[in-house]
């Protein structure tokens, strides 16, 4: 792996890693994401059922930001805000790589976009579950979303009970509203079920590639799963 600039960012709800391989594509980063979050807030003022719904919305013509929230919240059947940490991961990697990077990794709550040349190593993240940052995932397929949702860890909203719910994807975007759509229906006393529910909701949306739950100390896959990797406790 070649030498990678990396920088963090926060900006209100939006916490974010960057990573490249252009020092420059840091800004481009960071202006996007400030640009698309102004672009949402605006919309959302005279549009305040696309930020309360937990059901699809129509979708609009513009903002591309909701746009593109819209869009994957009405693939996995969730409310579009669902989809905003992995939308605005994915908008600014693509500002990232029009700057001429190769390498572009944003990081937005625990949502990852990435296109990369070479393969990049993610870690599992579930809270203080003993699992967690133990192992990860090695990307090796671009562009590639990864999201977790949690019912026991995360601050975003989830119905369920999982302590984690991993979906892979091309888009973040999707990925971060399947993920809600997957910990929705992970809950009840038989793991089993609850883990097979969660499968066949993620099997049920179109343009998610694979899912890891973690339930009760149990887990479940489906799908292409990324390589699996172990992690060097810190």
């Known amino acids: 792996m070649r030498s990678l600039f990396k920088r963090t960012f926060e900006l209100k709800e939006s916490k974010c890693t960057i990573i490249t391989d252009k020092e420059q594509a840091i800004e481009s980063a960071i202006e996007s994401i400030k640009l698309h979050r102004k672009q949402l807030e605006s919309y959302i003022k005279t549009n305040q059922k696309f930020l309360i719904s937990l059901e699809p ?10 746009k593109l929230m819209a869009e994957a919240a009405e693939k996995a059947g969730v409310g579009p805000m669902a989809a905003v940490a992995g939308v605005l991961a994915d908008l600014a990697v ?6 001429g990077c190769q390498i572009a990794v944003v990081e ?3 949502e990852i976009s990435a296109i990369s040349n070479e393969p990049l190593d993610v870690a599992f993240a579930a809270g203080d579950e003993p699992l967690s940052r133990r192992f990860g995932f090695r990307l090796a397929d671009f562009p590639a979303g990864v999201a977790t949702s949690s019912g ?6 989830s119905f369920g009970d999982a302590e984690a719910a991993t979906v892979f994807c091309a888009e973040a975007g999707l990925a971060d509203a399947a993920a809600t759509a997957v910990g929705n229906v992970v809950k009840g006393e038989d793991h089993e079920t609850a883990i ?4 066949k909701k993620a099997e049920s949306i179109h343009g998610v590639n694979g899912v890891l739950i973690l339930y009760k100390g149990f887990t479940g896959t489906s799908g292409k799963i990324p390589q699996i990797i ?5």
Do not use: D
């Open 152 to 157: 026991r860890f995360s601050q975003a909203l």
């Open 94 to 99: 693509q500002n990232m790589i029009a700057r």
């Open 196 to 199: 097979q529910n969660g499968i």
């Open 57 to 66: 919305v129509q979708t609009p013509a513009e903002p591309l930001i909701a």
């Open 230 to 234: 172990k992690i060097q406790p810190a």
């Open 108 to 110: 937005n709550g625990g």
